[in-house]
């Protein structure tokens, strides 16, 4: 059974960090890019960034560039995400999600298995 479990979320000062984990099990996570997502209330979920399966990254809001780093640890199927400087504007339950191919896409029609989501909450 396939199943993410995101991790790492919580309730941070202005300029703080957060390093996000999402544990994956029931597959490899060798072979696929594994994405980040974010929805804030009121808001559409927006792509964050994704680690191809190779290890690149890719950010996908200019707001989060130099900000926001992928990681990704094969042996122990997790991916990070790791979030500094963070902005009252970060706060959203973030999201990860497997791409169906090693490759990442910004599009959620690209992802077949999604976790639950952990709250990341930032205070100005």
């Known amino acids: 059974q396939v199943q993410l479990v995101e991790s790492g979320g919580g309730l941070v000062q202005q300029g703080g960090s957060l390093r996000l984990s999402c544990a994956a099990s029931?597959?490899?996570?060798?072979?696929?890019?594994i994405g980040w997502f974010r929805q804030a209330a009121g808001m559409e979920r927006e792509a964050v960034a994704c680690?191809?399966?190779?290890?690149?990254?890719?950010y996908y809001q200019i707001s989060v560039q130099g900000r926001f780093f992928g990681s990704r640890d094969d042996d122990a199927n997790t991916v990070h995400l790791q979030m500094d400087n963070l902005k009252p504007e970060d706060t959203a339950i973030y999201y990860c999600a497997r791409a169906r191919f090693g490759y990442c896409d910004r599009n959620e029609n690209e992802f077949d298995y999604w976790g639950q989501g952990t709250q990341v909450s930032v205070a100005s």
């Open positions: 680690t191809s399966n190779t290890g690149g990254n890719l």
């Open positions: 029931g597959f490899t996570s060798r072979y696929h890019a």
